[in-house]
Each structure stands twice: as structure tokens, then as C-alpha cells.
């Protein structure tokens, strides 16, 4: 167990050892997690990996990915559309 502080930028030292012992190294990801009012959780995570995961997933799923961009852009196509029918109404 460490104790650590925040520096003036906002950024937590993780110290040597833990870094050495994770094989933490610049650059790498990590997720950040809220777990309740003091407690967050850092999960290290390799971003490559998780697209990779996320592609794979998609194909096997058979998701069809422009119809639901599709879907998507007309939604926000009205959406739009209501909200300056909405702004012009007022003038």
C-alpha cells in the first residue's frame, strides 16, 4: 500500500514500485472509474486490444452498421429540424 497526492495539475504519482510491479509505462491507457463518493478505481487498458475485441464482436453479431448509422442521422435529422422550427417560431 502507497500513499500519493495530487499535484497542481491534477495528476496522481503512481509510484515506482506498483508502476514496475504492473508494468505500467508512459503512455499507456487506463480507465477511470467512480466507485462511489471516495473511492476510483484505474483499470490499465490496451486500447488496441479493446478495438480489436469490439470489431470482433461487431462481425460476429452480424450488426449492420450503416443502418443504424442511418437510423441514427435521421433521428438527429429531426431532432434538428423540431429545434429550429422551435427557435424560429419565437421570431
Not at 4 to 31: A, M, Q, W, Y
Not at 38 to 57: A, F, G, N, P
Given at each position: 500500500?502507497?500513499?500519493?497526492v495530487?499535484?497542481?495539475r491534477?495528476?496522481?504519482?503512481?509510484?515506482s514500485?506498483?508502476?514496475?510491479?504492473?508494468?505500467i509505462?508512459e503512455g499507456d491507457?487506463?480507465?477511470?472509474?467512480n466507485v462511489?463518493?471516495?473511492m476510483?478505481?484505474?483499470?490499465?487498458?490496451?486500447?488496441?486490444?479493446?478495438?480489436?475485441?469490439?470489431?470482433?464482436?461487431?462481425?460476429?453479431?452480424r450488426i449492420d452498421?450503416?443502418?443504424?448509422?442511418?437510423?441514427?442521422?435521421?433521428?438527429?435529422?429531426?431532432?434538428?429540424?423540431?429545434?429550429?422550427?422551435?427557435?424560429s417560431s419565437?421570431?
Amino acid at each position: 500500500m502507497s500513499i500519493t497526492v495530487i499535484d497542481e495539475r491534477g495528476r496522481i504519482v503512481i509510484p515506482s514500485r506498483v508502476r514496475r510491479k504492473l508494468k505500467i509505462k508512459e503512455g499507456d491507457h487506463f480507465l477511470v472509474v467512480n466507485v462511489r463518493d471516495d473511492m476510483i478505481v484505474l483499470k490499465k487498458i490496451d486500447i488496441r486490444e479493446l478495438v480489436k475485441s469490439i470489431v470482433e464482436e461487431i462481425a460476429k453479431s452480424r450488426i449492420d452498421l450503416d443502418a443504424i448509422l442511418n437510423e441514427v442521422e435521421r433521428e438527429a435529422n429531426i431532432i434538428a429540424k423540431k429545434k429550429i422550427e422551435e427557435i424560429s417560431s419565437r421570431y
